[in-house]
C-alpha cells in the first residue's frame, strides 16, 4: 500500500476484487483493500459494483461500508469533469455509473441504515451534483446533529447555494467543520468569507492542513492578493 497506484502491478485491480469478494468482513485487509480500489487508477465496472454492494450489504460492518461509499466518489467526480464523450478513457460504464449515483442515493434516503453510512453515501454522491443533493445539504446543516452538520459542511464544497451558510461555518468551534468551510469558500468564490480567510492566512499559530487551506481559498476568493 505505500506505492504509489502508478507504480501497481498490472493485475492490481484483481487482486483488490478478490479481497472485496471474499467473506473475512472483520479482516483489516480488506478494509484496505476497499480503500485502495477507490483509485482511479484501478477502477473498473467490476470494482464499483464490487464496492457499490459493500455499500448497500446490511450485512457488512458501518466501517467497511462507509469507506466502501467514500472510494466510489473520486470515479464519480472524474465522470463528471470528462463526461463519458471517449468511452476508451472511462473508468466505469455510463450504466455502472447510473447505478453508483442511484445506489448511493438510495442508502442515503434509507433511514433504517446506520447514520455513518448514510453520511458518506452522501459525501460522495455530492463529488457530481445532481438535483436532490441541495435539500439533502440543507437538511443535514439543519438537523442539530453535529456529525451531519460536518457531512454538510463537507458537501457545500461540491454544492453551490449555501454562501451565508459557509460564512458561518467558518466561526465554528469544531476544526473539522472550520476547514471543510474554508475549501468551500475558497471553491465557490464566496467574496463575504474574506475577512476570516485573511485572518487565518496571518494568523501565528494554525494548523498546517488548515493553513494550507487557507492559502488556497485567497487564490480562490482574491487571486490578485
Known amino acids: ?126 463529488r457530481a451534483e445532481e438535483g436532490w443533493h441541495p435539500a439533502a445539504v440543507r437538511a443535514a446543516y439543519d438537523s442539530g446533529d453535529d456529525e451531519w452538520k460536518l457531512t454538510a459542511v463537507f458537501c457545500m464544497c461540491y454544492v453551490a447555494g449555501f454562501d451565508r451558510e459557509i460564512v458561518e461555518a467558518l466561526e465554528s468551534n469544531d476544526p473539522a467543520v472550520r476547514y471543510h468551510a474554508v475549501r468551500a469558500a475558497g471553491n465557490w468564490a464566496v467574496e463575504a468569507a474574506w475577512p476570516r480567510i485573511r485572518a487565518l492566512v496571518s494568523a501565528e499559530k494554525i494548523d498546517k492542513p488548515l493553513l494550507l487551506a487557507a492559502i488556497e481559498a485567497v487564490a480562490g476568493i482574491r487571486p490578485r492578493e
Open 1 to 126: 500500500s505505500s506505492l504509489p497506484p502508478w507504480e501497481w502491478p498490472a493485475d492490481a485491480g484483481q487482486l483488490l476484487l478478490s479481497a472485496l469478494e471474499t467473506d473475512t468482513r472483520e479482516d483489516p485487509d480488506r478494509l484496505l483493500a476497499v480503500e485502495l480500489a477507490g483509485s482511479t487508477t484501478v477502477m473498473n465496472d467490476d470494482l464499483a459494483q464490487a464496492l457499490l454492494a459493500i455499500v448497500r450489504d446490511p450485512g457488512e460492518t458501518e466501517t467497511i461500508r462507509g469507506r466502501a461509499a467514500i472510494s466510489l466518489g473520486p470515479t464519480l467526480e472524474e465522470l463528471d469533469t470528462n463526461g463519458f464523450d471517449d468511452p476508451e478513457e472511462l473508468l466505469v460504464s455510463e450504466g455502472v455509473a447510473q447505478a453508483i449515483r442511484d445506489g448511493l442515493r438510495e442508502v442515503y434516503l434509507d433511514a433504517g441504515v446506520p447514520k455513518d453510512v448514510r453520511r458518506r453515501a452522501l459525501e460522495a454522491s455530492v
